[in-house]
């Protein structure tokens, strides 16, 4: 009888402290993220960043308590525009080089990965997917891997994020005109 009774609370104790850490995941995502770096691991034993932001790429990931995110990701060392039209090599540059959607977001404490559901994006075609991003929250550090198959040569992809809520967050610098 004891040993049932042992059993029954080791269940209950395992379970509690699941639902405790997906309840972890799930309220500190919450919050404004800066991109601190990309790295894709090749086939090959080699690490590059992601070559659409480059190596210092920047960018903001934002979770809101109301299950809304936003995302935009960018390469700074985008050749800015000669003049307020730009040219088609200068459009597609800019649009080669930047990230931007929203939507609504949720987690999956099984799999402990947060699904963004795509609302709005720049690239039309993505508008109604889903992007399932395997996640791990240390301390104020949040590390994406996106779930998607990943190009031929990439084994693994991971993005790292920096909380930035508060007064006297760093700021990200960009090249001005």
Request: net charge neutral; glycine share 8%; charged share 25%.
């Amino acid at each position: 009888m004891n040993a049932q009774v042992l059993v029954a609370v080791l269940g209950v104790t395992t379970a509690a402290a699941t639902t405790a850490a997906a309840e972890d995941l799930t309220r500190g995502l919450v919050g404004a993220w800066r991109l601190v770096s990309t790295e894709q691991h090749l086939r090959d034993g080699t690490v590059r960043p992601s070559p659409l932001y480059g190596p210092n790429g920047v960018g903001y990931l934002i979770y809101s308590e109301s299950g809304r995110m936003c995302a935009m990701l960018m390469d700074p060392s985008r050749v800015p525009w000669k003049a307020d039209s730009p040219t088609d090599a200068e459009l597609r540059s800019t649009f080669e080089h930047f990230v931007a959607y929203c939507g609504r977001y949720e987690v999956s404490e099984k799999e402990k990965a947060v699904i963004h559901h795509v609302e709005m994006d720049l690239i039309p075609n993505s508008v109604g997917s889903d992007r399932k991003r395997y996640a791990v929250l240390e301390g104020n550090r949040l590390t994406l891997r996106p779930a998607e198959a990943l190009p031929t040569e990439v084994v693994e992809y991971t993005l790292t994020w920096e909380r930035v809520d508060g007064v006297g967050a760093r700021q990200i610098k960009t090249k001005s005109k």
